[in-house]
């Protein structure tokens, strides 16, 4: 079975920060694993997915294998970063059924 | 074409009462998935659907709930004999069906049930 593990449910940092939200996972073939955001009163949304290798709105986030984990990273965070952010993993070749971590609260102070 | 949209976006029904909930997708997409979302927790996967064949459904799913997506278009979810443990979220993605891609998202539905 699959499972991604979010282990911050808020994170408060001040404008400039670094930011580090932390996704780890467990599955035992190939995931597909994104990242995924929901601002204030907005719909869930697409942040970013490892298989692009892209950076949005300044975060970026790499795929270790090794540590299992999937973290996302921003060297200086900003008061609209404030969000909901999920880490999601998706199955390779297998069922695709997509499993959600419990998310993480991102506060931004000015 | 505005996105997913879904119907209705709240929901207050008793006990023991039926509901149905509606989902249209973005167009052109042949995937479409259903989520639950209680408070404290991301989404969690209920079923989906390529086009009208429904491939995948969580074994966690009551029996009480069934899906359908008859024409490959919008899907309905209904949830009979509701209870109050089913008070939640309930969200409805679409995407294209292809690997890796992004699943774009409803408003979603609140249901309480008292």
């Known amino acids: 079975a699959q499972r991604v593990t979010q282990p911050e449910k808020l994170l408060s940092v001040f404008k400039g920060a670094p930011v580090e939200l932390k996704c780890n996972y467990s599955y035992s073939g190939s995931p597909e694993l994104f990242w995924y955001v929901q601002y204030s009163r907005q719909r869930l949304q697409l942040l970013l997915r490892?298989?692009s290798r892209e950076s949005i709105k300044g975060f970026t986030a790499d795929l270790n294998k090794g540590e299992t984990s999937f973290h996302l990273k921003k060297p200086f965070a900003q008061e609209e970063d404030s969000a909901m952010y999920y880490c999601a993993l998706v199955p390779v070749g297998g069922s695709y059924i997509p499993t959600f971590g419990r998310g993480t609260s991102l506060i931004v102070h000015p | 074409d505005t996105g997913v949209s879904q119907d209705p976006r709240h929901k207050i029904t008793k006990r023991g009462q039926n509901v149905t909930f509606r989902c249209d997708p973005i167009s052109e997409h042949n995937r479409l998935y259903w989520y639950r979302q209680t408070l404290g927790q991301g989404p969690e996967f209920l079923t989906y659907f390529q086009n009208e064949a429904q491939l995948e459904k969580s074994r966690l799913l009551s029996d009480r709930f069934s899906a359908e997506r008859p024409k490959g278009s919008f899907s309905t979810l209904e949830i009979q004999r509701t209870e109050q443990g089913d008070s939640a979220m309930y969200l409805c993605?679409?995407?294209?069906?292809?690997?890796?891609?992004?699943?774009?998202f409803g408003p979603g539905t609140r249901l309480t049930v008292l």
């Open positions: 993605a679409s995407s294209l069906g292809s690997q890796g891609d992004e699943q774009f």
């Open positions: 490892h298989i």
